[in-house]
């Protein structure tokens, strides 16, 4: 068997190029300027007007040299850049892969914001994938904003400079006389407007600005961001337009399913092929042997058909043998009883040891210990995988997909049918959720696979039970842990003996690595962390907040856990621990800042309305995670009953991720990772016994419904740092925040996520 995990943060940024795990501090080296030799001017678009385009990663400088040498004025070219007006309107493309988080409507809105453009004068556009013209083009990581805000500000300046220098010759009059507002470019002292779509063509014809990129406009010159800006897609999908990979119809389309092993690295021994190719509606029906990385095509039977219907009616009569020899035999159960066993002994390495714990905690006043655990959990995103592919009869191939990381998707494909990237033209459809599911392109792989051997395109549909059967887990855990106190109430040592999984036996699976670097680590002098490694084979993969969602769980309880303890108030013993504003990398701008973790804790605190008189069997509690660049704090307040029913009252969510782009977006964001959090929180677990995933479809994994989504009060720091991401780092904090109000609550300490194993559920 090969079976292959992805193992924190190295390999991850290896499958995305950069879209990093946060067992480590992200040092966001894709946030840099942009030269002018980054620059194209692109210039007899078809239909006329000015087309600027440019490439976000650097190695492309010399590409773009020689693509403006080969410009003639008046030839036609395909739209292939940011920014493109001519005379039917102005047109910004959306460049990042579309999951939910609403990059298509706040990547363009950087552009039009130093455009000048008014918002309703702008259509945005899905780009192509092209990363000789786009640099990397992926969701994942919360990196969207910040690794394209600084290139996507320029690309609209120097569109805007080319139109006020257009507006000035026009004129005859000096450029420091004009500004630009709303799409048009205002002559100050005559009072005379001209609209970008008349300058276009004149724009055009201009040389692209030979003296530095053009001054960006000051944050408190913003007329765009910050504001409330409903997604761009919103009026498609209230109307149910076909804008997922699920809606996907062609001419001719043929429709698939694939049936793989119960555990991972089962192959076919046989299979009722000949009875299946019987059955109305089916076209063919094969065996594929996969290539041996089950991250791209595992071993299966592929049936084709003419509807989906035919075959998912087909599939339920296949019958398959099984050869499972070599396959995962994996055990939830077991797992949990090895590592409770291994709880009250050292880790078997040391992850990080500084200052003299031992002796710090045997001249503690008071020892606390706790063991927390939590599980492994599916992405369970709503539109389970799917992608079309159609390998013509020329050797060029489509393909349709919602894949996350669409260029390694490409990649994916030409090495699975043997053929050049050039030869692959991929289209990026809108995805039905993703969560860091869709980073992984096993099921574009499978669709390839089986194309290969169609007439015509073919839609791959995955079911339910496929998407939970086959997913890349969010890896469990384990944490004995160990505090001192001091007689002054304050920490003297804290030991962490983390008990993670691995594939190979020697790194852990993805976002089962824990640095010592993560917090409360860089505020305790006297911290130890060690690590235990259990086997396993079964996929892991990034989860939302990749390590930080679980590990935020363990860490801030048991602070809660020690605050308790020493007798005091918890918001006071945060403080405490933050210390001095200060950088904690002071080589990293974008490491953990304790003066805005500080800021964020007193803003939630205060908003939540801390330290109010509560009814009995109410509580409070407080949780700050810094994750994904973002510092974010979390006050969660609940009652809960004697038959351990809970009603979560309000969450208050305060964060410090710089400007804000759009403020709708933003607070959609933050208020969809709280739900998603607290369903993971409540009951959600997938257990695996001899492999096989017990949970395959939601009457087994519940979401949260509708009617328990608590309210979500959202609060963001106007701060000046430079934009960090934010479809993650509020996710973290909820879960112990949750728990140490339910302590607070109950006086019981739950150590047990989901919390269902404990007996609570939401009423």
């Known amino acids: 068997m090969n079976s292959v995990n992805f193992h924190g943060d190295a390999d991850i940024r290896t499958l995305v190029a950069g879209v990093l795990g946060d067992s480590e501090r992200p040092a966001m080296p894709w946030v840099r300027p942009i030269d002018r030799r980054t620059f194209l001017r692109y210039t007899g678009v078809a239909g006329g007007g000015l087309m600027l385009a440019f490439s976000v990663g650097c190695s492309q400088a010399g590409d773009a040299a020689e693509a403006e040498e080969a410009i003639e004025p008046g030839e036609t070219f395909t739209p292939n850049g940011f920014v493109q007006i001519n005379h039917d309107g102005i047109r910004i493309y959306a460049m990042n892969p579309e999951i939910g988080q609403g990059v298509k409507t706040s990547l363009p809105m950087i552009v039009a914001e130093e455009l000048d453009a008014a918002w309703n004068d702008v259509e945005v556009v899905q780009s192509d994938i092209d990363p000789q013209r786009y640099g990397m083009q992926f969701a ?58 008349a300058l276009a063509d004149s724009a055009a014809r201009l040389p692209v600005p030979d003296n530095g990129a053009p001054a960006l406009k000051a944050k408190a010159d913003f007329r765009l961001l910050g504001k409330r800006i409903t997604g761009v897609d919103n009026p498609a999908l209230v109307r149910g337009e076909p804008l997922f990979a699920s809606d996907q119809q062609l001419p001719g389309m043929k429709v698939a399913t ?25 076209v063919d029906a094969f065996v594929l042997t ?11 039977v592929a049936i084709v058909g003419n509807e989906t219907w035919a075959v998912l009616s087909a599939r339920r009569q296949l019958e398959v043998e099984w050869d499972d020899q070599d396959a995962a035999k994996d055990s939830w159960q077991s797992a949990r009883e090895r590592a409770h066993a291994l709880a009250d002994e050292p880790g078997e390495r040391s992850v990080a040891d500084k200052g003299d714990v031992d002796a710090a905690m045997t001249s503690a006043e008071q020892q606390v210990e706790a063991f927390y655990e939590y599980s492994f959990v599916s992405h369970a995103q709503l539109e389970p995988q799917t992608t079309t592919v159609w390998v013509h009869d020329d050797g060029q191939v489509e393909v349709w997909s919602p894949s996350q990381t669409p260029g390694r998707a490409i990649q994916n494909v030409a090495a699975q049918l043997g053929v050049s990237t050039s030869q692959i033209k991929f289209h990026q459809l809108r995805a039905g959720g993703g969560f860091g599911r869709r980073l992984v392109n096993d099921s574009v792989c499978e669709a390839a696979a089986i194309a290969a051997k169609v007439d015509g395109p073919v839609k791959l549909q995955w079911t339910r039970e496929d998407d939970m059967a086959h997913d890349f887990f969010r890896a469990g855990g384990f944490h004995a842990l160990k505090g001192g106190l001091t007689g002054e109430g304050k920490i003297a040592g804290w030991q962490n003996h983390f008990i993670t999984f691995s594939a190979d036996g020697n790194s852990p699976v993805s976002g089962g690595a824990l640095s010592g670097n993560v917090d409360p680590g860089p505020f ?5 962390l060690t690590q235990t490694m259990l086997p396993w084979h079964t996929p892991c993969g990034a989860w939302r907040a990749p390590g930080s969602n679980v590990f935020a769980f363990p860490l801030q309880c048991f602070l809660h856990e020690l605050s308790v303890a020493a007798g005091r108030d918890h918001l006071e013993f945060l403080l405490e621990l933050f210390g001095e504003p200060r950088l904690i990398d002071a080589n990293n701008p974008f490491s953990l800042h304790t003066g805005r973790a500080a800021g964020v804790v007193r803003l939630a605190a205060e908003r939540a309305g801390w330290g109010k008189s509560l009814p009995d069997g109410h509580g409070m509690g407080l949780a700050f995670y810094f994750s994904h660049a973002g510092h974010f704090a979390e006050v969660v307040e609940l009652s809960v009953d004697n038959d351990k029913r809970i009603q979560v009252h309000k969450v208050t969510v305060a964060g ?44 087994r994994y519940p979401l ?32 112990p925040a949750f728990a140490n109000a339910l302590y607070m609550a109950s006086g019981d300490w739950v150590r047990v996520m989901p919390l269902s194993r404990a007996g609570y559920r939401l009423a």
């Open 656 to 699: 410090d991720v710089g400007p804000i782009v759009n403020l709708s977006g933003a607070e959609a964001q933050v208020e969809g990772s709280v739900i998603d959090a607290l369903s993971a929180l409540m009951a959600q677990e997938v257990t695996h016994e001899d492999g096989r995933v017990q949970q395959r479809n939601f009457d």
């Open 704 to 735: 949260l419904r509708m009617a328990q989504s608590p309210l979500v009060d959202v609060h963001f720091v106007d701060s000046d740092y430079p934009p960090t991401g934010l479809g993650e780092p509020a996710v973290p904090p909820l879960a």
């Open 140 to 197: 994942g990581g919360s990196r969207s904003v910040p690794q394209n805000w600084q290139a996507l500000r320029q690309a609209g300046a120097v569109a805007r400079k080319l139109l006020m220098s257009a507006a000035a010759i026009h004129w005859q009059v000096d450029m420091a006389e004009l500004r630009t507002e709303n799409s048009h470019v205002i002559h100050g002292p005559s009072g005379r407007q001209l609209s970008y779509l």
């Open 290 to 300: 996969g290539n041996g990385n089950v991250t791209e095509l595992m071993p299966g």
């Open 258 to 282: 694939y049936v793989k092993g119960p555990a991972t690295g089962a192959k076919v021994r046989s299979a009722n092929l000949d009875a299946i190719r019987s059955l109305p509606g089916v």
């Open 524 to 528: 305790i002098d006297n911290y130890r």
